[in-house]
């Protein structure tokens, strides 16, 4: 006996299950959004790179690039010239004419020069500091004029930190460097080494010298979950709104394993 087979006819769905299809579509971008959000890293964050370079002596400008774009945005000098006149200096020099730098408040050297302070650690660096700029010179950190005896804050420092601000993005952001500091007096000489510097990626925000980190750091947990959440199935969907609950307890108890 021959069957013929008859067409098919389209199944209509109930205005109920289109309203709980549309319900579980909307529930299911919502969760997905969420979970890249909370996967993004925190915006901000102190960033802190640790070095070792030695200041060499009439070694030429030593570059620090804070944010790592390529730019340098200050530049460390340690320059000796011995003649008739003897001129030994220590600077720090701004790479971008709008960065600033920390300085000691008063010129070290009345009318001459300015010099950058030795700030202590845990010295907050941020809107209220005695910012100074000196596109042309710098600021000195050490210096020795024509035997005129040492001037500047940074004689003989184990650790201090260099408060700076300067732009990314147009921006104003606050960092420090950190270095140590030795003076030869016989025969004058100056010997620096940088061993770190940070700055924090939020415009504006102070940052403290020697902080390497701060409560904005914290890794996103989401982030860590490597759990894929489970497919919904038809069944469920064919349950409506009671089936996407059950769904929902199973994808929980999941995620825990």
């Known amino acids: ?62 570059p620090l690039d804070l944010n790592h774009d390529g730019t340098p945005d200050f530049g460390l000098s340690n320059k000796s010239l011995v003649s008739s006149a003897t001129d030994i200096t220590l600077k720090v020099v701004q790479e971008a004419p709008s960065n600033e730098i920390w300085g000691k408040g008063l010129p070290c050297y009345p ?31 050490v210096a020795l004029f024509h035997e005129g005896g040492w001037l500047g804050s940074w004689q003989n420092v184990k650790q201090a930190y260099l408060g700076l601000k300067f732009k990314i993005n147009g921006k104003f952001h606050y960092g420090w460097a950190r270095l140590s500091v030795n003076v030869l007096k016989g025969p004058p000489k100056i010997t620096a080494t940088l061993t770190g510097y ?22 996103p947990t989401a982030a860590l979950s490597s759990h894929t959440p489970e497919p919904v199935t038809l069944g469920a969907l064919a349950l409506g709104a009671p089936g996407l609950s059950i769904w929902r307890r199973e994808e929980a108890v999941a995620t825990t394993q």
Not at 112 to 138: N, T, Y
């Open 198 to 219: 940070a700055y924090e990626s939020i415009p504006g925000k102070a940052i403290i010298a020697g902080a390497t980190k701060g409560p904005d750091d914290a890794e």
């Open 111 to 141: 009318g001459v020069i300015s010099c950058a302070a030795a700030l202590p650690k845990g010295r907050k660096v941020g809107p209220k500091g005695q910012f100074q700029q000196d596109p042309k010179s710098g600021l000195y950190m």
């Open 1 to 62: 006996m021959n069957r013929h087979s008859r067409p098919r006819k389209t199944a209509n769905l109930s205005a109920s299950i289109h309203r709980h299809l549309n319900m579980y579509a909307l529930a299911a971008s919502a969760a997905g959004v969420g979970a890249l959000v909370l996967a993004q890293p925190a915006e901000g964050k102190i960033v802190y790179t640790p070095a070792n370079v030695h200041i060499a002596r009439n070694g030429g400008l030593v």
